[in-house]
T-cell receptor, first 115, second 116 residues
C-alpha cells in the first residue's frame, strides 16, 4: 500500500499561492490521491482528489506528475483561514490489501499563512 | 444540506467505564466510518459500516465496537476505558462503501473524549 511523504511544515504569505508537495513513489495504478486539511480541533475537510489528470475545484488545484509518483496541491491565493494541517493520502484500492477502502493519514504538512 | 453531526462533542469518563458515541451522516449517505485521532498516533481508522454491516476494520482491540441503524446513523462503543483511549473520535460519511473507485468522505466535528 502506497505511503506518502510530505514536508513537516511550510509558510506562505497571505495572497500568494501555496504549493504543497507530496511524494507517493509507490502508488499503484488504481490508487487515488486525496487531499484533506484539518484546522485545529475540527474534523478533516475534503479538498480535492485525482487519479491521473490535473484537477481543479473552487478550493484548490491538484497537479499530479505524469509518472504519478508525486503531486502538488495549489491554493492559488492563500488566506489566514487556510492555516491548517494538510494531509496527502493515497487511498488503498486493492482488494485484500490492508488499507483497502481506508483513508490512511500520515503526519501531514502544517501550513502557516502569514499576514 | 446538513453536514455530519456527532454527539456529544465533549465527554469525560473514568477508567473502566464504557462510552457510546453517536454519528449522523449527511442525508443520503449510507457509509459511516470512524477514526481515532491522538497527538502521538495521528488519525487512525477504526471501522466502516454500510447498510448496517461492518465492511472494514482497523487494528483496534475488541473493546472498540460499532453498529449502524437502518437510517444510517451509527454508534461507536468503547468498553472498559483506558487512559490511552483519550482522543478525538471522528466520524465520516460517504454515499457508498469506501472500497473500490473514487470515494470522498466528509468528516464531522468529532467527539473529544477524556479518560481520567
Amino acid at each position: 500500500d502506497a505511503k506518502t511523504t510530505q514536508p513537516t511544515s511550510m509558510d506562505c504569505a497571505e495572497g500568494r499561492a501555496a504549493n504543497l508537495p507530496c511524494n507517493h513513489s509507490t502508488i499503484s495504478g488504481n490508487e487515488y490521491v486525496y487531499w484533506y486539511r484539518q484546522i485545529h480541533s475540527q474534523g478533516p475537510q475534503y479538498i480535492i482528489h485525482g487519479l491521473k489528470n490535473n484537477e481543479t475545484n473552487e478550493m484548490a488545484s491538484l497537479i499530479i506528475t505524469e509518472d504519478r509518483k508525486s503531486s502538488t496541491l495549489i491554493l492559488p491565493h492563500a488566506t489566514l483561514r487556510d492555516t491548517a494541517v494538510y494531509y496527502c493520502i493515497v487511498r488503498g484500492d486493492n482488494a485484500g490489501g490492508t488499507s483497502y477502502g481506508k483513508l490512511t493519514f500520515g503526519q501531514g504538512t502544517i501550513l502557516t499563512v502569514h499576514p | 444540506k446538513a453536514g455530519v453531526t456527532q454527539t456529544p462533542r465533549y465527554l469525560i469518563k473514568t477508567r473502566g467505564q464504557q462510552v457510546t458515541l453517536s454519528c449522523s451522516p449527511i442525508s443520503g449517505h449510507r457509509s459511516v466510518s470512524w477514526y481515532q485521532q491522538t497527538p502521538g498516533q495521528g488519525l487512525q481508522f477504526l471501522f466502516e459500516y454500510f447498510s448496517e454491516t461492518q465492511r472494514n476494520k482497523g487494528n483496534f482491540p475488541g473493546r472498540f465496537s460499532g453498529r449502524q441503524f437502518s437510517n444510517s446513523r451509527s454508534e461507536m462503543n468503547v468498553s472498559t476505558l483506558e487512559l490511552g483511549d483519550s482522543a478525538l473520535y471522528l466520524c465520516a460519511s460517504s454515499l457508498t462503501p469506501l472500497a473500490g473507485g473514487s470515494k470522498t468522505q466528509y468528516f464531522g466535528p468529532g467527539t473529544r473524549l477524556l479518560v481520567l
